[in-house]
């Protein structure tokens, strides 16, 4: 049984408005020049009336933290099922990391798409977008991997063992996540030759797709 702390991911002005009344008195001299000046307010320094207006200078909707299609959303899926491991609650963590690699996912395909339509047309936005399909893939191969770790810990190794050999097949054995993956193939009795040996040469690495 795997333990909580070992499938944990490591995964985040009031002011006050002061207004001054002017006192006004009525006098001789008031009553014999009925059109006097009336006297000034004076706006404190920390008064928000002398602050320019804070309006934020991003205002597209996908990437505020609140839109799901983006990885800032995917992150806050995975931060949230952190919290429901540290707690025990297998089934909510289950459910976010599930629904994180499905936007890390389309969010890899959807980049991927975009550098291929731009290669050859404008190289800065094709090589963009492929450094995001990147991220976002290796953002779904870790949510995956917790997956499969929360799988172990609901004793359904069933259900780890097919998310493992994604991760493999999607990072390469000689990478540090497929090594993990593979390492847990190990331990759940699905591989039996250990990787990577002592004797093995160091395998040449390749980026993720």
């Not at 309006?55 to 839109?67: E, G, I």
């Not at 890899?108 to 991220?135: P, T």
Request: no cysteine.
């Amino acid at each position: 049984m795997i333990s909580v702390r070992f499938i944990t991911s490591n995964i985040l002005v009031l002011g006050i408005t002061l207004v001054g009344s002017p006192f006004i008195g009525t006098s001789s001299r008031t009553l014999a020049n009925p059109v006097a000046k009336p006297n000034p307010v004076v706006t404190p320094a920390n008064s928000p009336q002398s602050q320019p207006s804070q309006v934020p200078t991003d205002l597209r909707p996908l990437t505020l933290n609140t839109s799901l299609l983006s990885l800032q959303g995917g992150r806050r899926l995975i931060n949230e099922a952190g919290t429901a491991v540290s707690a025990q609650n297998y089934d909510l963590a289950a459910k976010r990391l599930q629904d994180a690699r499905q936007v890390f996912n389309q969010l890899s395909n959807f980049y991927q798409d975009l550098a291929s339509s731009f290669a050859g047309v404008d190289n800065r936005v094709a090589n963009e977008h492929r450094q995001k399909a990147l991220d976002s893939a290796q953002l779904r191969d870790q949510a995956t991997y917790q997956l499969a770790l929360v799988h172990r810990a609901q004793n359904q190794p069933e259900l780890a063992v097919p998310l493992l050999i994604q991760i493999i097949r999607s990072q390469q054995p000689g990478r540090e996540l497929g090594q993990k993956a593979y390492q847990q193939l190990l331990e759940l009795g699905f591989a039996d030759t250990p990787y990577p040996r002592n004797d093995a040469p160091t395998p040449a690495v390749t980026p993720s797709k």
